[in-house]
C-alpha cells in the first residue's frame, strides 16, 4: 500500500476513474485542465492510495483563517465503490491528518453534502466534529451543475 501526491498527468489520469465515480459532470479532459489551473491558482494537491491499483484519492489545499490559523481542506476524498470498508478510506484519511500537521496546519477540514450520511460517520469515527453550518447561493449568472 503507498500514498503518494499525483504530480503529473499520468498519475492524475490514474485517478480520474474514482474521481468521475464522486464528479460525474466531468471528462477526463475537464478533469486534468482543472486539476491543473487549481493546482497553479489554489495550490491543489490530488494524493491517492494505490494498492494494485488506486483504491482512494482526495483532493485538497491548505488555507488560512483569521480566527483558526492555518488548515488543510479535504476537497474530495473517495474509495473505489467495491474496496469501501477495507481501509483504504481511513489510511488516506490518516495520511491527509499527518500532512496537515507536518505543514503547520491546526485543522483538516472539509464540506460534505447534507445527504452523505456514511461519509459522516466515516468523519465521525475518525474524530471530526460537526462545528459549522455551511451557507451557498448561485450567482445570478452562474449555475452550478
Request: charged share 30%.
Amino acid at each position: 500500500m503507498n500514498i503518494k501526491l499525483a504530480k503529473d498527468d499520468q498519475q492524475r489520469t490514474a485517478c480520474f476513474d474514482l474521481i468521475h465515480e464522486l464528479r460525474p459532470h466531468l471528462t477526463l479532459e475537464s478533469f486534468l485542465n482543472t486539476v491543473h489551473r487549481m493546482e497553479v491558482e489554489h495550490q491543489y494537491n490530488l494524493a491517492y492510495l494505490s494498492d494494485n491499483g488506486v483504491k482512494a484519492v482526495a483532493g485538497f489545499r491548505m488555507g488560512e483563517w483569521l480566527h483558526r490559523g492555518r488548515y488543510l481542506e479535504i476537497e474530495e476524498l473517495i474509495t473505489c465503490d467495491k474496496q469501501r470498508s477495507k481501509g483504504y478510506g481511513g489510511k488516506l484519511f490518516d495520511w491527509l491528518n499527518q500532512y496537515a500537521a507536518e505543514h503547520d496546519c491546526r485543522q483538516v477540514r472539509l464540506v460534505s453534502g447534507v445527504s452523505r450520511e456514511d461519509a459522516h460517520r466515516f468523519y465521525l469515527k475518525k474524530g471530526m466534529t460537526f462545528e459549522a453550518k455551511y451557507f451557498s447561493m448561485n450567482t445570478r449568472n452562474k449555475q452550478i451543475d
